[in-house]
């Protein structure tokens, strides 16, 4: 089953970017991911998916497009540009083989 | 427009019985997976299991099998995660979510909040 690896901390200042990181193990390298947002005290918020090795990302309508994924080996990313006090979360990267899921351990993001 | 309306908040004793819900909307209740995460205080997103409304086939995480029933009502778009006998360790926000077997969790509920003490 795939093993999605993140870093528990990371932080950036207000208007920087910063990219966050979800690596999956070796065997499952080539699996598509999604990104998820988890505000303080919400519930989670789909973000966008990220197909690898291509890297190609699908944003959902309604999330703001300083939020950007790409790919490179086993490694997805979440790029998030110009960043705001309201993208201070929690994030979590997520896939999936036939229809079980599987979570990263998140990342939670502050702004400086 | 796609909604995931959870039951809410719950506070138990440990040893009873518990069923929560969550009622969909938007979208055809039949032609999604549909399943139930856990986040304990503190923590991350644990995936509990998943049932397909459309024919109940319904699969569970390991760690959760055993522990909790993942069922589905299709005349009524409801999905329901039930304890048979509540531990304080059970404490924790529960969500719905509805999954898509090409994108990921695309949609979440608000979450229902169990407190489960003795």
């Known amino acids: 089953q795939p093993v999605l690896t993140q870093s528990s901390s990371a932080s950036a200042s207000l208007g920087s970017s910063v990219k966050l990181t979800c690596t999956l193990d070796s065997g499952h390298t080539s699996y598509v991911i999604a990104w998820h947002q988890q505000q303080p005290g919400m519930a989670p918020r789909y973000l966008m998916k990220v197909e690898g090795p291509s890297g190609i990302y699908n944003r959902v309508s309604g999330v703001p497009d300083r939020f950007s994924g790409s790919s490179s080996g086993a490694d997805r990313y979440l790029t998030i540009s110009n960043l705001q006090s309201e993208d201070e979360a929690d994030y979590y990267c997520?896939?999936?083989?036939?229809?079980?899921?599987?979570f990263g351990g998140g990342t939670r993001l502050t702004v400086l | 427009e796609v909604q995931l309306v959870q039951s809410g908040a719950e506070v138990k004793k440990t040893g009873e019985s518990l069923t929560i819900s969550c009622q969909v909307s938007g979208y055809t209740f039949s032609s999604y997976w549909i399943g139930w995460v856990r986040q304990m205080p503190g923590k991350g997103l644990e995936w509990m299991g998943v049932i397909y409304p459309g024919d109940s086939d319904t699969r569970y995480s390991p760690s959760f099998q055993g522990q909790v029933t993942i069922s589905a009502d299709k005349s009524i778009s409801t999905a329901y995660l039930q304890w048979t006998s509540l531990k304080a360790s059970d404490t924790a926000v529960y969500y719905c979510?509805?999954?898509?077997?090409?994108?990921?969790?695309?949609?979440w509920g608000q979450g229902t909040l169990l407190i489960v003490s003795s």
């Open positions: 997520e896939t999936w083989d036939n229809n079980i899921r599987f």
């Open positions: 979510a509805r999954h898509s077997s090409s994108s990921g969790t695309v949609d």
